[in-house]
C-alpha cells in the first residue's frame, strides 16, 4: 500500500460505531454546563448525548458531504432557537456559538478530517494524544483567562453589584452603563491613587532598568568571581514570598527613615523590579558578539563610547522589555507598598484593596478592566521587541 492509498482511506467516511460514540460525548461533556445552568446536570448529559448523535448520525450517514453547508446552518439555526427559548437572547447567542461549533465538528469526525495535517503512520493512540494534549492547554487557559474576561462586561453594568443583571443577561441596553468609569475618572481618592502610581512607577522602573542592566552587563563578564551566586542574590526578590520581602524592608528601611516616605516605596519597588531586567538583559546578551566590542576599543573608543554606540543599540530590546516588566510590577504591586509606605502614597492597587475590603466598590471592576487593558498593550509591546530582538541577532527572519 502506498502513501496515497493511505491519505485517500484515512480521508473517508468513518464507521458508526466510532464517530457517533464521540459526537455523543462531546455533547454530553457540553449538556453538563447547560444542565447545570437549568438545575438538572443529569438530564442535560443525557439530552446533550441524545441530541448530539442523532444529529452526528444524520448529517453524517444520511445527508452526507453534499448537504454539508446546508446541514451545519441548520444545526446553528435549531441550537439558536433551543437556546432563545431556555434563556432568550443570551442563549440564542450562546445556542448559535455551539450549534456553529458541533456542526463542524460532526463533520470533522464523521469524514476522518482530523487526521489530514497528521502524518499517515500515527496509531490511533498517538492521534489520541496529540488532541488530548491540545485539549488540556486550551482548558488550562481557559480556567486561567475567565476570570479576567468575567470582569471586563461587568465593568459596564448599571447597577451597584458584582454580579450580571437580569437586564445584562437581556443585552438590555438600560442594563449597561459607564458610572463606573466616571467615578474613576472624578473621584478625588482614585485620582490621588492612580496620581501616586504614576509618580512612583516610572521612577522605579527607571532605577530598576539602570542598576538592572548594569548587573547584567558585569555578570556576562567571564572573569567575574562567583557570578552564579552573585546572580542568584540579585534575582532572590522574584524567587521569595513577597510577605517576606516586605516585612524585611519594612524594618530595614524603618532604620533608614525612608518608611512611609516615596523614595522608600520607590526603591522597594526598584528593587522588586530589577530580576526582571537582569534576567531579560542577560537573555539578550547570550547571542551578542563580543567581538564588536573589541572591534570597536581597537578604533580607539573608550568604554562609555563603546556601550552607548555598539553594544546598546543591539541589547535594547532586552533592556524595554525588562524595563516593562519593572514598569507592571510597581504598577501593580500591593503587598510591599502596605508594609513600607504610608496614607501619603496609597497606590492604585492599594485603593483597590481598600475598596474590596472596606466598601465594596464597584469601581474596582472599571479600574480593574483598564489595567488589564493596560497590561495587554504592554505585553504587546514585549513580544514585538522580542521579535525584533531576534531579527537583530539573526535567529529569525526579518
Known sequence: MTTSDIVITETGKKPVSFYVPVIAAAGAFAGVFIGTAQGSTLLGVVVGAALLAVIGFLAVEVLGRAQEKMVRWAIVVLFAAGGFAVGGLPGAVVGALFGW????????????????????????????????FRVICGLIFFFLITPIVVVMPLSFNAED????????????????????????????????????????????????????????IGLSQPHVPFRRAIMAILISPMIVPLIISAAGMYFFYSRLGLQGTYWGVVLAHAVLGIPFVIITVTATLVGFDRSLTRAAANMGANPVTTFFRVQMPLILPGVISGGLFAFITSFD???????VGSAGQKTLPWQMFTGLREQ??????????????????????????????ERLRGLSPG
Request: aromatic share 18%; no cysteine; glycine share 4%.
Open 101 to 132: 461549533f458541533f456542526g463542524w465538528f460532526a463533520y470533522w469526525i464523521g469524514f476522518n478530517r482530523y487526521r489530514a495535517k497528521l502524518v499517515p503512520y500515527l496509531t490511533p493512540g498517538q492521534v489520541l494524544w496529540h488532541y488530548t
Open 333 to 339: 504591586e500591593v503587598v510591599v507598598v502596605l508594609f
Open 360 to 389: 465594596i466598590s464597584p469601581t474596582i471592576l472599571a479600574v480593574a478592566t483598564i489595567l488589564v487593558a493596560l497590561s495587554i498593550l504592554l505585553l504587546a509591546t514585549v513580544e514585538l521587541l522580542r521579535r525584533r530582538s
Open 161 to 216: 453589584f458584582f454580579t450580571f443583571t437580569p437586564e445584562m443577561l437581556r443585552f438590555d441596553p438600560e442594563g449597561y452603563s459607564l458610572k463606573h468609569y466616571r467615578d474613576f475618572f472624578t473621584n478625588a481618592d482614585w485620582q490621588q491613587a492612580l496620581w501616586n502610581s504614576v509618580r512612583i512607577a516610572p521612577v522605579a522602573t527607571l532605577l530598576s532598568v539602570s542598576f538592572g542592566t548594569l548587573a547584567a
